[in-house]
């Protein structure tokens, strides 16, 4: 029985899996720029829609999308700073998560798809921040 490591991933199909890596980086960002600018620019009514907001989440989460999409196209570019940039978000993302939960464990309001959301984000990154460093070695000389 062959066991697969991160280690020796073979390198033709990591080209897929780091365009895949990085198309789903970028779609990310770009869906959380269009929604939480939708919230931030789109008047009282795209306001009062959203609900109950937690406003440094959402301003948080539209800057990181910038992020998104600049780790996505770094992934897809196969640029080393991509893990960078996704250790960054990863730990960002985390530590707005961890505040998030200190604002509603104090009674703060809340919607339940940021926390569905913001669980998203998490696993996503911190995904991202662990393979990303195989995926663009893979294939390069050592």
């Known amino acids: 029985m062959t066991t697969t490591t ?3 991933f073979n390198p ?3 080209v897929v899996w780091r365009w895949l890596a990085g198309a789903l980086a970028v779609a ?5 720029l269009v929604e939480g600018g939708h919230v931030l620019f789109g008047g ?3 306001q009062a829609e959203a609900g109950n907001v937690v406003s440094f989440v959402l301003l948080f989460n539209f800057g990181a999308g910038f992020a998104y999409v600049l780790g996505g ?3 897809v ?22 505040a998030f939960g200190v604002h509603v464990l104090q009674g703060g309001a809340f919607e ?6 913001m669980s998203l984000r998490s696993a ?5 921040a662990l393979v990303l460093p195989a995926l663009l070695r893979s294939g390069r000389p050592s």
């Open 6 to 8: 991160v280690e020796n």
């Open 12 to 14: 033709k199909g990591n």
């Open 28 to 32: 990310f960002g770009i869906a959380t």
């Open 44 to 46: 009282p009514s795209a």
């Open 73 to 75: 196209v770094a992934t």
């Open 77 to 98: 570019t196969r640029r080393a700073w991509a893990v960078w940039v996704a250790r960054v978000v990863a730990v960002t993302t985390v530590v707005v998560f961890a």
């Open 112 to 117: 339940l798809r940021t926390v569905v959301a």
């Open 124 to 128: 996503f990154w911190i995904a991202q």
